[in-house]
């Protein structure tokens, strides 16, 4: 033991006592900065309060347990000391290690066996969430369960087995009417609209309101203008946006012809799509009175109806979407610039329409797994808006490049995660 304290150092005070007795007396009068506490299970449970005594009296003192072989309840070792070495590796080089380099909690709970949280208070809220949440889907359910301590995620399981086995059903919580804006991303504004309608069997109505970049023709594979049996207009003018915000100016609009104006998609009889205006010297002939009528009007025709705008704050199709719709999402790329732009974007209109700052939530999207930012990351840049990733994706680059439709292609972990995306947008609107 000499031989450890000269390779340490003189910069730790060490003594070595086999009794809490002793220790206590050594912590009243010598300058001890380290103790070391040979834990099993027979006598941590009887010694538990004294040792957290002690640590109370003299907070500067570093306790490391010494885990021998059947060391008893890891919620207490994680909690009640600073460090924790196994036995069998106790040497120098490890013990050095412990002292000048702490491990995180997440290290040590991994060590430990634990996974996160491990109080059993917090294992009952999420079981009672569960028993009284029977449309909870099996993933979500896994991620209430992720932080539980592994014997009590067993025990659960096995108490809620059917609750845990992941089931096809529809969410019996989306039910209601749907107006989402998607800032400055019109791919995703149709992979968005896919699962929707696909996945949930929700009738979906993607309306292309960006007038600098209208895309649905190509993203979705979409006519790009009506049949001539609606007269009055020329093939380049004849798309369904132009069509019906005429209609609503001569007051003629009605549900047959917000249908007859919409493009079926192909493999998908739940999606529809609204084509914008693809001459731009229509960009100021539309008002944005009539475009909000019009936007309450489709709304009594689909379930869901997402509207697609550009990133151009001072567009007033951009400006009428993010203010009558029930949520906006802010498709961001991987980086702290292009989510610093979308932020300040977000809290431009956020100040000058007087809309609710937590209406507006963020996506990774097209996100690379090994170069994105983190999760706390995304929350913390975000101000906890902050809905998921959608992962980076090669059938979809090549779709993009050749102007092909993506839904179709869309695999199982891209479809997983929009699932989750939504179901969390759900709970959050649910409150």
């Not at 705008?309 to 961001?332: E, G, M, Q, R």
């Not at 610093?340 to 700052?357: C, G, L, M, P």
């Not at 090669?394 to 972990?413: F, H, L, N, S, V």
Request: with cysteine.
């Amino acid at each position: 033991m000499s031989d450890l304290q000269d390779q340490i150092g003189g910069g730790v005070e060490m003594a070595i006592r086999t009794e809490l007795d002793s220790v206590t007396t050594l912590l009243g009068c010598a300058p001890v900065k380290t103790v070391l506490f040979e834990v099993n299970s027979e006598h941590l449970l009887a010694r538990w309060s004294s040792i957290q005594t002690l640590r109370l009296k003299w907070p500067e003192v570093k306790w490391i347990a010494i885990l021998t072989q059947g060391h008893g309840d890891g919620n207490l070792i994680l909690t009640g000391f600073d460090e924790f070495i196994e036995r069998g590796e106790l040497n120098t080089g490890t013990l050095i290690d412990r002292l000048y380099r702490p491990r995180t909690v997440y290290e040590r709970t991994e060590a430990l066996g634990l996974e996160g949280i491990v109080d059993q208070e917090r294992i009952e809220v999420i079981s009672r969430i569960i028993a009284e949440q029977p449309e909870i889907r099996g993933y979500e359910a896994e991620a209430l369960m992720c932080g539980i301590h592994t014997s009590e995620k067993k025990k659960l399981r096995q108490k809620f087995e059917e609750i845990f086995k992941v089931t096809e059903k529809r969410p019996e919580f989306i039910n209601q009417r749907l107006k989402l804006c998607v800032f400055g991303n019109s791919e995703y504004g149709c992979e968005l609209g896919w699962v929707f309608s696909k996945k949930f069997k929700r009738k979906t109505l993607i309306v292309d309101a960006d007038r600098l970049f209208p895309s649905l023709d190509l993203l979705l594979e979409a006519r790009k203008t009506v049949t001539d049996s609606l007269e009055g207009y020329d093939s380049y003018q004849s798309t369904g946006l132009n069509i019906l915000l005429d209609a609503i100016r001569k007051n003629s609009l009605n549900s047959e012809k917000i249908m007859s104006a919409c493009s079926r998609i192909k493999g998908n009889s739940d999606l529809y799509a609204l084509t914008g205006s693809y001459n731009l010297n229509d960009y100021e002939y539309y008002d944005k009175d009539d475009f909000m009528r019009l936007l309450e009007r489709i709304d009594t025709c689909f379930e869901v109806v997402i509207m697609l705008v550009n990133a151009f704050i001072y567009d007033a199709f951009t400006a009428v979407s993010l203010l009558v719709s029930d949520k906006n999402l802010i498709p961001v790329s991987d980086g702290v610039l292009a989510l610093r732009s979308a932020a300040s974007s977000a809290a431009y209109v956020t100040e000058r329409q007087k809309i609710d700052r937590l209406k507006h939530q963020f996506i990774a999207y097209d996100a690379d797994a090994f170069f994105s930012l983190s999760t706390n990351d995304y929350e913390a840049l975000t101000g906890s808006r902050y809905l998921g990733r959608i992962p980076s994706n090669t059938k979809r680059e090549k779709a993009r490049k050749e102007g092909k439709m993506y839904g179709p292609m869309m695999d199982r972990i891209t479809l997983e995660a929009h699932e989750k995306i939504i179901i969390k947008l759900m709970h959050e609107m649910r409150g």
